[in-house]
């Protein structure tokens, strides 16, 4: 890394000043609480606001992130969609417990999740995918994700194929793609604050109730 680099990272400071989180401004609901923060996120012009890491862990305990795209929050959970047969899909199948982070830069803002993944329904996933661009479903079908490939070119070539083939006709969704629901029991939002005082709410689901905690920045 360039010197110049290195010296930013180390010297670069940010005081956050602009929202505080109270016990006596929040939602007893902590999905109604990320509804509100998610709404504010686009509001304030963050385009790529349902954008959130997901780690899973394999069977050995490593972990591993990616950014995915929230699609829903209902059934009690949070949903993305992906590819099952995916890096992240073998790891899933093997460890359900997954975390989320979601992290609103402009608004000082990161929303913590834990929880354990169940399969969308089927019906649900394929409604979901035939309301996507023709180009998505057809990439659906045309990238084996995570696997390793020759070249570029081969996955154009695949992609053409999987296009001359369903000229004029309906792309059906893979076996291997669908949605994922992710139940949380655990969710934390954090509202950075001056002089790193930061706001930290925890909720925690105990006999079907949230339990409302603030922890320590
Ligand atoms: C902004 C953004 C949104 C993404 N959305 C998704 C998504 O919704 N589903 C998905 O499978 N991959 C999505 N990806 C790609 C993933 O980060 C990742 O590369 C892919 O899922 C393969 O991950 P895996 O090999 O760990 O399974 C997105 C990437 C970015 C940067």
Redesign the pocket.
């Known amino acids: 890394m360039k010197p110049e680099l290195k010296d930013k990272i180390k010297s670069i400071r940010q005081d956050y000043t602009k929202f505080q989180l109270l016990e006596e401004n929040i939602s007893s609901d902590p999905f109604i609480q990320f509804g509100i923060w998610l709404h504010e996120a686009f509001e304030n012009g963050d385009e790529?606001a349902n954008?959130f890491s997901l780690s899973t862990v394999n069977e050995f305990n490593t972990p591993?992130s990616?950014?995915?795209?929230l699609r829903d929050v209902s059934h009690g959970g949070f949903t993305?969609?992906?590819?099952y047969a995916?890096?992240?899909?073998k790891e899933i199948e093997k460890n359900k417990h997954v975390s989320l982070l979601f992290f609103w830069k402009e608004l000082q803002r990161q929303v913590r999740i834990e929880g354990t993944i169940e399969f969308l329904s089927e019906g649900e996933s394929i409604e979901y995918f035939n309301s996507r661009p023709r180009e998505s479903q057809l990439a659906a079908l045309a990238s084996q994700?995570?696997e390793v490939i020759d070249s570029r070119n081969e996955l154009e070539d695949f992609f053409l194929n999987v296009t001359k083939l369903y000229t004029n006709k309906d792309v059906p969704k893979p076996n291997h793609w669908g949605g994922y629901v992710v139940i949380s029991s655990k969710i934390e939002f954090w509202q950075g604050r001056a002089s790193r005082l930061h706001d930290r709410i925890q909720y925690t689901l105990l006999n079907n109730s949230w339990k409302i905690d603030r922890l320590s920045p």
Do not use: D, M, Y
């Open positions: 790529a954008a591993s990616r950014i995915v795209l993305f969609f992906t590819n995916s890096h992240k899909g994700q995570s």
